[in-house]
């Protein structure tokens, strides 16, 4: 069985990149792509509070994991190439490697049990067995939720961040989604356009969520 310390090295990863692709000469870098990350998954601010927190901590995961530094590789994939060029330990390359190849969408949870939540990619189509190692707590079943998932060696874990959509805004959500692969919509598009009818809610007051998820 894979340790505790497997799933706690990805996260600690997550930290490690973000501190040092922020710094120079990669400043101006993470400026550009947290106003490009903004622009399309919805603006926050700090009296947002929690989603301010949770928004900030999503856009740092696409920097890290997803967006191209540069014109070139994602700043993951730069960590992993340096990784096995300096002989760095199995255990760190391989965490990189699961980083690289993580896997962010819009789930349906479909079942929980014990430390174990079951999911469909309502985007892709799989369906994931999820090791949630912290607490299942406040997950139910026809939850939709934004987060990443990343293979640790033997499970599948998530990584740090969730979206929940409000469930009164469970149909709309899913007619949006299946719009937008009808018209070829990408994954990023319609994940950036569901957290912009979610930040919408938020200012709503998390109310009438069918109808802010509509654009009524």
Excluded at 20 to 31: K, L, N, Q, T, W
Excluded at 77 to 87: D, H, I, M
Excluded at 93 to 118: K, P
Aim: glycine letters at 8%.
């Amino acid at each position: 069985m894979p340790s505790e310390g497997s799933a706690g090295l990805i996260h600690t990863l997550i930290d490690r990149l973000a501190v040092e692709f922020s710094e120079e000469p990669y400043r101006d870098e993470i400026a550009g792509a947290r106003e490009d990350y903004f622009n399309q998954a919805g603006k926050v601010f700090e009296d947002d509070g929690d989603l301010f927190e949770g928004r900030m901590a999503s856009f740092v995961e696409w920097y890290v994991l997803e967006r191209p530094l540069q014109g070139g590789p994602p700043p993951v994939l730069r960590a992993l190439e340096r990784a096995n060029q300096n002989g760095e330990p199995d255990q760190t390359r391989r965490a990189l490697a699961a980083l690289a190849t993580s896997h962010r969408s819009v789930f349906d949870l479909a079942q929980v049990a014990g430390d174990t939540v079951e999911m469909e990619d309502l985007l892709g189509g799989a369906r994931f067995k999820v090791t949630e190692r912290r607490s299942t707590i406040g997950f139910e079943v026809g939850d939709l939720i934004e987060t990443r998932l990343c293979w640790e060696g033997q499970r599948i874990v998530f990584t740090k961040t969730f979206l929940f959509h409000p469930r009164d805004a469970r149909d709309v959500a899913i007619d949006l989604i299946d719009a937008g692969l009808e018209k070829g919509a990408s994954r990023a598009d319609i994940i950036f356009q569901l957290a912009r009818r979610h930040i919408l809610w938020h200012r709503h007051g998390h109310v009438n969520a069918a109808r802010v998820y509509k654009g009524a």
